[in-house]
C-alpha cells in the first residue's frame, strides 16, 4: 500500500491496531516523551495525542517505534527484505514534480504573526537546553548547483522566529552560500508522509536528491509545491512547513540534547535559522519524534535505510557480500555485521577497511554466511570460536568516523576496530556440532 501522506498512514495504522489515541491532557514538557519512551520500551503502538497542553494541535509520536511499522511502511515482509527493496530504489530515482497547490499551505503565517511557540514541540530529556524539533525534514539547495538535499537535523527552538540547528549535509551549502555573502533559504517539513521519513534516511553521496530516491521506493514522483518566502519546493501534503533562512556567519550555542548514543551532546555553536513563515494544513497534526538511549523510533527509522546504503556499495566491490546489519545495540550506526561468501582468505580485511572508509562504523565484524547476522549470540559465538584478536583484529587509530560519539576525543575523529570472524577458506576447521533428525521433531 501507498501512501501520499502522514494521514493516510495514521488511518492504516489504526486500522491495523497499531494506533491509540491518548484523550487525557498531556504535557510537551517531558510528558509526551515519557509516554513515547514507555510504548518503544514495550513494543506498544503509535500515539495520538488529541490533547496537548499550551497547543490546539495534535501530536503524533512513536510512529516507528517498532520495525513492524516500518515494515508495514515499506510493505515488506521482513527485514532483509525491506533492506533488499530500498537497495533497488537506488538504481533508478524517480524525479518529484511540482504541483499548483498542497494542502500544507492552507494556513500561512509571515512576517510578525510567525511563532514557533505555537508549535508543541517536545522537551524530552531532563538536561536538553529547550525544545528540540526532531522529525522536521530540511530542504535546501547548492547555491552553486541548485542541487537539492534532504535531512532529518535536530532544530532547537531559541525564539518565536529563530531556530539552532544540527546540520550536516546541509553544511556544505551553507559553507557555499557564506562564501557568497548571502544566507542560505531552507524549508523544514513536518509530518510527511512514510516515503519521505525513510527516504531521509539514505546516506547518499552529497548532490543526490533523496526526493528521487523516495520517489522510486514508493513508485510514484513525490509532489511538492512553491514555498512561500523563499525559493524552494516543499512537500505539498506536509503537514506543517517552517521557512526560513541559515543566517550567514552567525554561530549560537546549541544543546545540550539527548543525542541517540544514549548520552548528552554537550552545548556547541551551530547555524542559527531565521524563520520568514509558518504554513501549515487546517488542524494540523505535530509529528514527534524520540531519540536516545536505544531503542527509540530514531534507531528503527535510520537503522534499515543505513544497511541498504552500505550493502549497495559493498556489493560493488565484494560480489560475495551476503547482507549487512547494524544491530540498535550500536546505535544503529556505531556496530556493523557483514555476512560474506569470501573469495578470498583474506578478502573480509577489504571488506573491513571499505567499510570503516565509509565514516560510519567504528566496529566491523565480518562472518560467514551461515552465521545469522540478525541474532548477536550468534555473531558473538562466531567471533569467539572463529578468530584470534592478534591474527584476524584490524585496528585503526584517528580517522574519519561517525558524528556524536560520546567516547570520541574530537569531533568526526574515532578508533575504530574490525574483527575476520570466518573460518579458512581452504584450511582445516573442526566441523560443527549436528543433531541428526532435528529437522523432523513436531513442534509442541
Same mark, same amino acid.
Not at 35 to 48: E, F, M, N, V, W
Not at 166 to 172: F, G, K, R, V
Given at each position: 500500500?501507498?501512501?501520499?501522506?502522514?494521514?493516510?498512514?495514521?488511518?492504516?495504522?489504526?486500522?491495523?491496531?497499531?494506533?491509540?489515541?491518548?484523550?487525557?491532557?498531556?504535557?510537551?514538557?517531558?510528558?509526551?516523551?515519557?509516554?513515547?519512551?514507555?510504548?518503544?520500551?514495550?513494543?506498544?503502538?503509535?500515539?495520538?495525542?488529541?490533547?496537548?497542553?499550551?497547543?490546539?494541535?495534535?501530536?503524533?509520536?512513536?510512529?516507528?517505534?517498532?520495525?513492524?511499522?516500518?515494515?508495514? #511502511?515499506?510493505?515488506? %515482509?521482513?527485514?532483509? =527484505?525491506?533492506? +533488499?527493496?530500498?537497495? &533497488?530504489?537506488?538504481?533508478?530515482? *524517480? $524525479?518529484?514534480?511540482?504541483?499548483?497547490?498542497?494542502?500544507?499551505?492552507?494556513?500561512?503565517?509571515?512576517?510578525?504573526?510567525?511563532?514557533?511557540?505555537?508549535?508543541?514541540?517536545?522537551?524530552?530529556?531532563?538536561?536538553?537546553?529547550?525544545?528540540?524539533?526532531?522529525?522536521?525534514?530540511?530542504?535546501?539547495?547548492?547555491?552553486?548547483?541548485?542541487?537539492?538535499?534532504?535531512?532529518?537535523?535536530?532544530?532547537?527552538?531559541?525564539?518565536?522566529?529563530?531556530?539552532?540547528?544540527? #546540520?550536516?549535509?546541509? %553544511?556544505?551549502?551553507? =559553507?557555499?552560500? +557564506?562564501?557568497?555573502? &548571502?544566507?542560505?533559504?531552507?524549508? *523544514? $517539513?513536518?509530518?510527511?508522509?512514510?516515503?519521505?521519513?525513510?527516504?531521509?534516511?539514505?546516506?547518499?553521496?552529497?548532490?543526490?536528491?533523496?526526493?528521487?530516491?523516495?520517489?522510486?521506493?514508493?513508485?510514484?514522483?513525490?509532489?511538492?509545491?512553491?514555498?512561500?518566502?523563499?525559493?524552494?519546493?516543499?512537500?505539498?501534503?506536509?503537514?506543517?512547513?517552517?521557512?526560513?533562512?541559515?543566517?550567514?556567519?552567525?554561530?549560537?550555542?546549541?544543546?545540550?540534547?539527548?543525542?541517540?548514543?544514549?548520552?548528552?551532546?554537550?552545548?556547541? =555553536?551551530?547555524?542559527?535559522?531565521?524563520?520568514?513563515?509558518?504554513?501549515?494544513?487546517?488542524?494540523?497534526?505535530?509529528?514527534?519524534?524520540?531519540?536516545?538511549?536505544?531503542?527509540?523510533?530514531?534507531?528503527?527509522?535510520?537503522?534499515?535505510?543505513?544497511?541498504?546504503?552500505?550493502?549497495?556499495?559493498?556489493?560493488?566491490?565484494?560480489?560475495?557480500?551476503?547482507?549487512?546489519?547494524?544491530?540498535?545495540?550500536?546505535?544503529?550506526?556505531?556496530?556493523?555485521?557483514?555476512?560474506?561468501?569470501?573469495?578470498?582468505?583474506?578478502?573480509?580485511?577489504?571488506?573491513?577497511?571499505?567499510?570503516?572508509?565509509?565514516?560510519?562504523?567504528?566496529?566491523?565484524?565480518?562472518?560467514?554466511?551461515?552465521?545469522?547476522?540478525?541474532?548477536?549470540?550468534?555473531?558473538?559465538?562466531?567471533?569467539?570460536?572463529?578468530?584470534?584478536?592478534?591474527?584476524?583484529?584490524?585496528?585503526?587509530?584517528?580517522?574519519?568516523?561517525?558524528?556524536?560519539?560520546?567516547?570520541?576525543?574530537?569531533?568526526?575523529?574515532?578508533?575504530?576496530?574490525?574483527?575476520?570472524?570466518?573460518?579458512?577458506?581452504?584450511?582445516?576447521?573442526?566441523?560443527?556440532?549436528?543433531?541428526?533428525?532435528?529437522?523432523?521433531?513436531?513442534?509442541?
Amino acid at each position: 500500500m501507498r501512501f501520499t501522506e502522514l494521514r493516510e498512514f495514521l488511518k492504516f495504522l489504526e486500522h491495523k491496531q497499531e494506533l491509540v489515541h491518548i484523550e487525557r491532557k498531556v504535557d510537551p514538557l517531558y510528558e509526551v516523551a515519557a509516554y513515547i519512551r514507555k510504548t518503544s520500551d514495550r513494543q506498544g503502538p503509535a500515539l495520538l495525542f488529541d490533547n496537548v497542553t499550551g497547543s490546539e494541535m495534535r501530536v503524533v509520536g512513536g510512529l516507528f517505534a517498532t520495525k513492524h511499522r516500518l515494515l508495514l #511502511a515499506l510493505g515488506a %515482509s521482513d527485514h532483509r =527484505s525491506a533492506v +533488499e527493496k530500498l537497495v &533497488e530504489s537506488m538504481a533508478d530515482p *524517480i $524525479a518529484p514534480t511540482v504541483v499548483p497547490n498542497g494542502v500544507c499551505r492552507e494556513v500561512c503565517y509571515t512576517g510578525s504573526d510567525v511563532d514557533l511557540t505555537r508549535l508543541p514541540v517536545l522537551t524530552s530529556s531532563a538536561k536538553d537546553a529547550g525544545p528540540f524539533i526532531t522529525m522536521g525534514l530540511a530542504i535546501s539547495k547548492d547555491p552553486e548547483t541548485g542541487r537539492r538535499n534532504l535531512g532529518l537535523y535536530r532544530l532547537q527552538v531559541k525564539s518565536r522566529n529563530r531556530l539552532g540547528i544540527m #546540520a550536516q549535509q546541509l %553544511s556544505i551549502q551553507l =559553507s557555499r552560500a +557564506e562564501a557568497r555573502g &548571502e544566507g542560505l533559504p531552507v524549508a *523544514i $517539513a513536518l509530518g510527511t508522509s512514510p516515503e519521505l521519513l525513510i527516504g531521509s534516511q539514505w546516506k547518499a553521496p552529497y548532490g543526490v536528491d533523496e526526493l528521487g530516491l523516495a520517489g522510486r521506493l514508493f513508485g510514484r514522483p513525490v509532489e511538492l509545491t512553491k514555498a512561500t518566502t523563499v525559493d524552494l519546493e516543499v512537500p505539498a501534503h506536509a503537514e506543517i512547513i517552517i521557512e526560513g533562512i541559515v543566517l550567514p556567519n552567525q554561530r549560537e550555542s546549541e544543546g545540550p540534547f539527548g543525542e541517540f548514543s544514549g548520552y548528552y551532546q554537550p552545548p556547541s =555553536s551551530k547555524p542559527v535559522i531565521e524563520v520568514t513563515a509558518i504554513t501549515h494544513r487546517k488542524n494540523p497534526i505535530y509529528l514527534a519524534g524520540l531519540t536516545g538511549m536505544p531503542t527509540t523510533e530514531n534507531h528503527v527509522l535510520k537503522q534499515i535505510p543505513l544497511e541498504a546504503t552500505f550493502l549497495n556499495a559493498l556489493r560493488k566491490q565484494f560480489c560475495g557480500v551476503q547482507s549487512v546489519h547494524f544491530p540498535y545495540c550500536g546505535g544503529a550506526g556505531y556496530l556493523l555485521v557483514v555476512s560474506m561468501k569470501k573469495t578470498r582468505e583474506y578478502e573480509p580485511r577489504n571488506v573491513i577497511a571499505t567499510a570503516l572508509g565509509m565514516a560510519g562504523p567504528k566496529y566491523v565484524i565480518v562472518v560467514d554466511e551461515d552465521i545469522d547476522i540478525y541474532d548477536l549470540e550468534k555473531v558473538l559465538w562466531a567471533v569467539c570460536t572463529r578468530s584470534q584478536p592478534d591474527r584476524d583484529a584490524l585496528i585503526l587509530s584517528q580517522i574519519n568516523g561517525a558524528p556524536l560519539d560520546p567516547s570520541a576525543r574530537a569531533p568526526h575523529c574515532t578508533g575504530a576496530m574490525g574483527i575476520d570472524a570466518t573460518v579458512p577458506k581452504d584450511g582445516p576447521f573442526p566441523e560443527m556440532v549436528t543433531i541428526p533428525g532435528l529437522e523432523n521433531v513436531p513442534d509442541f
